[in-house]
């Protein structure tokens, strides 16, 4: 079923971008692409750059020495693991819960359709 | 270049310094890999936005600190300096000639905010003038012309505009009959003409003088424990940018109410200078309470996105 913009949703672009680094250092350009592979959500660049800013303020992501000051790369802090996994964890008991509840739903209409 | 691409580099452009100076050369590689699309371009118009109505600080949490009451001292500064613009237009349309109906609530409105005016000028141009020092000094002594360039052009802006100023009132004595130009305007395409660039002159450098403040200031990276100081200035400054804006509405709407001579351009001008107080009273207040913030006692943490 393809997805409106009213519908609920759990790609806030903080997210996405520590879900990003989790799979190691990325620069912006690289974040972006990693996010669009993986969820089929494109960050435009004042999204990326609002949320690496706040990340980067509240500690969660760090900004790697590199000699290309245009494309430095980022990466996630001890406290950024931390509060990913958390996220993460809540997503993921979220998730169950709630496929658990469909299931029981589904009967009731006759099946998923 | 395109004109999207044209687009795009003023749209990074047109971000806080700080934000700017941070991420400014990322976030233009990153414009320029991606290619144009109109999509992004949006995405940027609301980032800059975003960026100017809640700034984000980065950096360890004492220079978050240092830029969040760096930002303040700005920001109210600018502030300050369009009210005080206001206030001189807000007097020429109601008391230069004085109204027929300017008494009762809306002169006593009228008189308070002009007193307002003239105490918070006054403090915040002698604390400035302290806060001035403490920066030139040691700029003059490092010999950063960096610094001291853009912290001397107020001076120079000042001195100009007063020059111009005292020949534009020559002109008025010699060109404009009984030497009264607010009576006499818009009498005359060769006044008006000289009336409007003097205007437009006087903005021009208010303008000026407070970003070139602003670029020294950002140059000079003064110390948390003086910009804590400046922060309270910026404070009773913002005060006094409220109590001109109620002033100033009440003024305005006693005016209204007793018919008391204001025709269509006195409306339209002392209506257009009561938004700027009420808007510039807005970002002063936002302002000064998240650089207020951060001064209360306590460890230093990472300043909040939404703070």
């Given at each position: 079923?393809?997805?409106?913009?009213?519908?609920?949703?759990?790609?806030?672009?903080?997210?996405?971008?520590?879900?990003?680094?989790?799979?190691?250092?990325?620069?912006?350009?690289?974040?972006?692409?990693?996010?669009?592979?993986?969820?089929?959500?494109?960050?435009?660049?004042?999204?990326?750059?609002?949320?690496?800013?706040?990340?980067?303020?509240?500690?969660?992501?760090?900004?790697?020495?590199?000699?290309?000051?245009?494309?430095?790369?980022?990466?996630l802090?001890?406290?950024?693991?931390?509060?990913?996994?958390?996220?993460?964890?809540?997503?993921?008991r979220?998730?169950?819960?709630?496929r658990?509840?469909?299931?029981?739903?589904?009967?009731?209409?006759?099946?998923?359709? | 270049?395109?004109?999207?691409?044209?687009?795009q580099?003023?749209?990074?452009?047109?971000?806080?310094?700080?934000?700017?100076?941070?991420?400014?050369?990322?976030?233009?590689?990153?414009?320029?890999?991606?290619?144009?699309?109109?999509?992004?371009?949006?995405?940027?118009?609301?980032?800059?936005?975003?960026?100017?109505?809640?700034?984000?600080?980065?950096?360890?949490?004492?220079?978050?600190?240092?830029?969040?009451?760096?930002?303040?001292?700005?920001?109210?500064?600018?502030?300050?300096?369009?009210?005080?613009?206001?206030?001189?237009?807000?007097?020429?349309?109601?008391?230069?000639?004085?109204?027929?109906?300017?008494?009762?609530?809306?002169?006593?409105?009228?008189?308070?905010?002009?007193?307002?005016?003239?105490?918070?000028?006054?403090?915040?141009?002698v604390?400035?003038?302290?806060?001035?020092?403490?920066?030139?000094?040691?700029?003059l002594?490092?010999?950063?012309?960096?610094?001291?360039?853009?912290?001397?052009?107020?001076?120079?802006?000042?001195?100009?505009?007063?020059?111009?100023?005292?020949?534009?009132?020559?002109?008025?004595?010699?060109?404009?009959?009984?030497?009264?130009?607010?009576l006499?305007?818009p009498?005359?395409?060769?006044?008006?003409?000289?009336?409007?660039?003097?205007?437009?002159?006087?903005?021009?450098?208010?303008?000026?003088?407070?970003?070139?403040?602003?670029?020294?200031?950002?140059?000079?990276?003064v110390?948390?424990?003086?910009?804590?100081?400046?922060?309270?200035?910026?404070?009773?400054?913002?005060?006094?940018?409220?109590?001109?804006?109620?002033?100033?509405?009440?003024?305005?709407?006693?005016?209204?109410?007793?018919?008391?001579?204001?025709?269509?351009?006195?409306?339209?001008?002392?209506?257009?200078?009561?938004?700027?107080?009420?808007?510039?009273?807005?970002?002063?207040?936002?302002?000064?309470?998240?650089?207020?913030?951060?001064?209360?006692?306590?460890?230093?943490?990472?300043?909040?996105?939404?703070?």
């Open positions: 079923m393809p997805r409106v913009a009213d519908d609920p949703k759990w790609t806030d672009p903080g997210l996405l971008v520590m879900g990003s680094l989790a799979d190691g250092p990325k620069h912006g350009y690289a974040m972006v692409q990693d996010v669009e592979e993986c969820t089929g959500v494109r960050l435009g660049p004042g999204t990326l750059y609002g949320a690496i800013a706040r990340l980067e303020a509240r500690g969660l992501i760090a900004a790697l020495d590199s000699t290309d000051s245009r494309r430095r790369p980022y990466r802090t001890t406290r950024g693991v931390e509060v990913l996994e958390l996220q993460l964890a809540g997503m993921q979220f998730a169950g819960l709630g658990r509840r469909l299931a029981r739903l589904t009967p009731v209409f006759g099946g998923a359709s | 270049m395109s004109v999207g691409a044209r687009l580099r003023l749209l990074v452009a047109a971000y806080p310094p700080s934000f700017r100076h941070r991420y400014g050369g990322e976030l233009a590689s990153l414009v320029e890999d991606s290619g144009f699309r109109g999509r992004d371009s949006v995405d940027l118009a609301l980032g800059v936005g975003r960026a100017w109505v809640a700034p984000v600080f980065g950096g360890a949490p004492g220079e978050q600190r240092r830029s969040r009451l760096q930002t303040t001292t700005i920001t109210v500064l600018a502030a300050w300096c369009a009210s005080v613009l206001a206030a001189a237009g807000f007097s020429k349309s109601v008391d230069d000639p004085p109204l027929p109906g300017l008494h009762g609530v809306a002169a006593t409105a009228y008189n308070t905010g002009g007193v307002v005016v003239e105490v918070t000028a006054g403090a915040v141009l604390a400035g003038f302290v806060f001035w020092l403490t920066v030139m000094i040691p700029a002594r490092a010999r950063r012309r960096d610094i001291v360039a853009p912290a001397l052009a107020p001076a120079l802006v000042v001195g100009a505009w007063l020059g111009i100023t005292g020949l534009v009132a020559l002109f008025a004595h010699h060109w404009v009959p009984g030497g009264n130009v607010a006499s305007w009498r005359g395409a060769l006044t008006l003409a000289v009336l409007l660039a003097w205007v437009a002159l006087t903005v021009v450098g208010v303008a000026g003088c407070a970003a070139s403040a602003a670029v020294a200031l950002r140059r000079a990276q110390g948390v424990t003086r910009l804590a100081s400046s922060t309270v200035v910026a404070g009773l400054a913002a005060v006094g940018v409220a109590v001109q804006a109620v002033a100033s509405v009440v003024c305005l709407g006693g005016l209204l109410h007793a018919g008391g001579g204001l025709d269509a351009r006195n409306i339209v001008f002392s209506t257009v200078d009561v938004a700027v107080f009420v808007v510039a009273t807005a970002i002063a207040a936002v302002s000064v309470a998240r650089g207020l913030s951060v001064l209360r006692p306590g460890p230093p943490s990472p300043v909040s996105p939404t703070t």
